[in-house]
């Protein structure tokens, strides 16, 4: 049962094994994080230290071996896979490094088919592309987009459902500095004005002022938060 202090994620303890024998590598090692609706939580850390795993188990695309991860007050492991599908395209939107965006499909018909997966059959994709600026791309596909457009045109899609939380890989990686602020900044504006909870992972340190709370992953462990 949610209530307006409920948490979008709340994961508690959780530990992620990965790959086996010899190789086995404990990605999460009691891994705990809140996050309000309204953040935007950057994780930073060295390659390897299990900031994709965080977001796997938050998108429920893992599960962890222990620990609990609740979305909005659901906890993810009560749901079956049929429900735990549609729990995330309805709740939790994915934004990931380049856009990732069907090259056949014109901006609005990404939005449109997102809609529809999700069971959204009448999705207006207009005031969302407006909302990110991209309302006079509308008719464009990814092949006709700056990188900087294609990578709103990814958060407009993400953002097409009304997620409560919205994970997002790397959003910056093709981007110049420039356009590393100004997705930042989208994605800050829609945390605060929308409520939206956003967990971002990132290498790049330039654009963590614009964060709410900035976390290491060091070695699995979630760490101390860092000053920026
Ligand atoms: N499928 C897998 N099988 C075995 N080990 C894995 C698997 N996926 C990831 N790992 C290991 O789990 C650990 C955490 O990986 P993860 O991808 O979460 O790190 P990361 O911080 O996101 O790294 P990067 O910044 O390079 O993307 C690493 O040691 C990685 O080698």
């Given at each position: 049962m949610s209530t307006d202090n409920t948490p979008a994620l709340d994961i508690s303890n959780t530990v992620l094994e990965l790959g086996d024998g010899d190789s086995r590598v404990r990605a999460l090692d009691d891994v705990s994080v809140t996050v309000m609706p309204g953040e935007l939580v950057a994780i930073v850390g060295p390659s390897g230290s299990g900031k994709s795993s965080l977001l796997a188990i938050a998108g429920a695309l893992a599960h962890p071996d222990s620990g609990t991860v609740r979305v909005h007050g659901t906890d993810l492991a009560t749901l079956s896979k049929r429900t735990r599908a549609r729990f995330r395209l309805r709740n939790i939107g994915f934004v990931f490094q380049s856009g990732n965006?069907?090259?056949?499909?014109t901006a609005a018909d990404q939005l449109r088919l997102a809609g529809r997966l999700a069971g959204n059959r009448h999705v207006d994709p207009a005031p969302v592309l407006e909302s990110v600026g991209m309302g006079h791309r509308a008719g464009h596909r990814p092949g006709e987009l700056s990188g900087g457009e294609r990578q709103r045109v990814g958060i407009a899609r993400a953002l097409v459902n009304h997620p409560s939380l919205l994970l997002v890989d790397e959003p910056t990686a093709a981007l110049d500095r420039q356009r590393s602020h100004e997705v930042v900044q989208l994605l800050a504006d829609r945390a605060h004005d929308a409520g939206v909870a956003v967990v971002m992972v990132t290498h790049d340190r330039d654009v963590l002022e614009h964060c709410d709370r900035v976390l290491e992953m060091v070695d699995g462990r979630l760490g101390i938060p860092v000053a920026v």
């Amino acid at each position: 049962m949610s209530t307006d202090n409920t948490p979008a994620l709340d994961i508690s303890n959780t530990v992620l094994e990965l790959g086996d024998g010899d190789s086995r590598v404990r990605a999460l090692d009691d891994v705990s994080v809140t996050v309000m609706p309204g953040e935007l939580v950057a994780i930073v850390g060295p390659s390897g230290s299990g900031k994709s795993s965080l977001l796997a188990i938050a998108g429920a695309l893992a599960h962890p071996d222990s620990g609990t991860v609740r979305v909005h007050g659901t906890d993810l492991a009560t749901l079956s896979k049929r429900t735990r599908a549609r729990f995330r395209l309805r709740n939790i939107g994915f934004v990931f490094q380049s856009g990732n965006l069907l090259p056949a499909l014109t901006a609005a018909d990404q939005l449109r088919l997102a809609g529809r997966l999700a069971g959204n059959r009448h999705v207006d994709p207009a005031p969302v592309l407006e909302s990110v600026g991209m309302g006079h791309r509308a008719g464009h596909r990814p092949g006709e987009l700056s990188g900087g457009e294609r990578q709103r045109v990814g958060i407009a899609r993400a953002l097409v459902n009304h997620p409560s939380l919205l994970l997002v890989d790397e959003p910056t990686a093709a981007l110049d500095r420039q356009r590393s602020h100004e997705v930042v900044q989208l994605l800050a504006d829609r945390a605060h004005d929308a409520g939206v909870a956003v967990v971002m992972v990132t290498h790049d340190r330039d654009v963590l002022e614009h964060c709410d709370r900035v976390l290491e992953m060091v070695d699995g462990r979630l760490g101390i938060p860092v000053a920026v």
